[in-house]
């Protein structure tokens, strides 16, 4: 037998019983930055590898280790974007869309990053972001959270997350904190790993951001970011704080959150939930107020976040949240002999023009009226229409109800549409 070929490991299909789903969340997200006013930006999923190195950061765990980076005919370095934001400054300098301008942008899509793949981790998943420019805060900072937790609101999901949330301050504050934290990680070398000494040096605030639990206790004593905030960016933070307490947002200042890429400065906050296990950060964000600039436009203040669209479909499955996903059928028309197949598909037609979002399917392939009744029942269909000879000489439907205990209806065809309309609607 001829070998079947595989999927890429950590590379997900996403089957049609699982669609449904994720198209739910997809266009709850699209309801609710609508009702904020942001709109879409869609870019490639490949860039130059540049691009990357130069926002995320050399050595950070994405560029170091995990994008999926290679040569194209031409002989240039092309990476499958590993997160959102820098494609987002990169197209928004290019069309001229960020200086002296406020853009509040969003985004949905695919998203790659060479990892373990283990629950809530693959190596292609899905983030949806937003990214604001133009405008340096805290209201706007208080703006993006407010959204992100009227998400979780709408996904019924609001007792199931908790929002930390940090200030990373100015870079001439990070510099002075660098000092002081590598003197303190210099003093407890032998309890670092392999990664944390050689970042100790090179990148010290990657450490606190270290997934190694040895590294994660020492930590504990570390020198607290928060004690060398610059005077503005305390201000910046403090407003923020009342402006969360205020809009009855509950949070909590966790002053070792870092966040994995190097472009972030002042906020940064994540929602994280302890019901995925390890994988418990799924949304996550901040300010990035040198990016646009770091990237060869104008100095221009920036704020966003992304949300890992795998873990959002995974904690609503696990709170029973798939059940409200509406079935892919609502009506499923059995079609009991070959004369009728015309008369009928003519008759769906014209349901499907007067009720414009009607999921009706029809039935194929014949057979019998215990068979097409089995089809309907598998569709998911809370109604049956049928339609045999007697029916289509007289001008009438045959109307059998799939979920209720309810006596089957002759409907005349002139009165389907308001019976359908009625029926379904309860
Ligand atoms: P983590 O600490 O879990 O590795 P991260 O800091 O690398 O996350 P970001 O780069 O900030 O994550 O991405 C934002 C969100 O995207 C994460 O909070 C998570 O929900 C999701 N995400 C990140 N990497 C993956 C992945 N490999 N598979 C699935 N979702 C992911
Ligand atoms: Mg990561």
Redesign the pocket.
Known sequence: MTKQIQAIR?MNDCLPQQSGLWQWAEQVIREVVAGYGYQEIRTPVLESTELFKRSIGEVT??VEK?MYTFEDRNGDSLTLR??GTASCVRAGNEHGLLYNQQQRLWYMGP?F?H?R?QK????Q???F?VEVFGLDGPDIDAEVILMSARLWQRFGMADKVTLEINSLGSSEARARYRDALIEFLTAHQDKLDEDSKRRMTSNPLRVL?S?DSNVQALLADAPDLLDYLDAESKQHFDTLCERLAQLGIQYRVNSRLV???DYYNRTVF??VTDALG????????GRYDGLVEQLGGKATPAVG????????VLLLETMGQAEKVPSAVQVYLCLMSDDVTAYGFKLAESLRDQMPGLRLQSHCGGGNLKKQMKRADKSGASVALIIGDEEAAQNKITLKFLRQEQEQRSVPVAELVATLRQVLED
């Open positions: 950590g765990d994405i995990e590993p997160e998203m990053r990892e793949p809530g981790r693959y190596r998943f899905h983030q972001g951001d997934k966040r994995g890429l994540e929602w390890a994988q418990g950060t799924v949304c996550a964000g976040f992304a949300m890992g669209m795998e873990r959002l």
